[in-house]
T-cell receptor, first 111, second 111 residues
């Protein structure tokens, strides 16, 4: 039982490049979330999903898109990366709307 | 809207010292309250939670009591260890799909 896994662990992008971050969970959770973590700002919710085929905007959705084609996977896309998107990205899943289980994070550097 | 305020860190303590990390919140209604811990290089893990007023959450020697009259959920531990060094996040869920996090408090415990 791997829990929540994230791919890749670390990535460097140039401004304007695109990439997709993958989150996978093997706990059959309905809810999945993408956060970004910046120094001194805690975690801020980017997008979330309440079930397969659904997505919704969080607190800071601009510049990101997401998809939940399969229940176990939640993809976060950056179409045109900007230096302001340099951050650590965390995925989480939850069986309810409360306790969340987090992945190990993806560190992204945009030059 | 919902918000969570934590004391700024870092908090530096000697081993076996008493720990308090303050957390206050703003929310309508009756939110559930959480403490998450993030060890270096890892994702967040749920430490404890409380779902109604006067509830006490506890785990691994840590405790926090849901105080509605003071809108607080302070984290305490009677005797910290070096292995408790981490970043601690207070969070709330107010009957919705999202957790609202505080900015995090870094704890450093010296031998």
């Amino acid at each position: 039982n791997a829990g929540v896994t994230q791919t890749p662990k670390f990535r460097v992008l140039k401004t304007g490049q695109s990439m997709t971050l993958l989150c996978a969970q093997d706990m059959n959770h309905e809810y999945m979330y993408w956060y970004r973590q910046d120094p001194g700002m805690g975690l801020r919710l980017i997008h979330y999903s309440v079930g397969e085929g659904t997505t919704a905007k969080g607190e800071v959705p601009d510049g990101y898109n997401v998809s939940r084609l399969k229940k176990q996977n939640f993809l976060l896309g950056l179409e045109s990366a900007a230096p302001s998107q340099t951050s650590v990205y965390f995925c989480a899943s939850s069986p309810t709307q409360e306790t969340q289980y987090f992945g190990p994070g993806t560190r992204l550097l945009v030059l | 809207g919902n918000s969570v305020t934590q004391m700024e860190g870092p908090v530096t303590l000697s081993e076996e010292a008493f720990l308090t990390i303050n957390c206050t919140y703003t929310a309508t209604g009756y939110p559930s309250l959480f403490w998450y811990v993030q060890y270096p290089g890892e994702g967040l893990q749920l430490l404890l939670k409380a779902t109604k007023a006067d509830d006490k959450g506890s785990n691994k020697g840590f405790e926090a009591t849901y105080r509605k009259e003071t809108t607080s959920f302070h984290l305490e531990k009677g005797s910290v260890q070096v292995s408790d060094s981490a970043v601690y996040f207070c969070a709330l869920n107010n009957a919705g799909n999202m957790l609202t996090f505080g900015g995090g408090t870094r704890l450093m415990v010296k031998p």
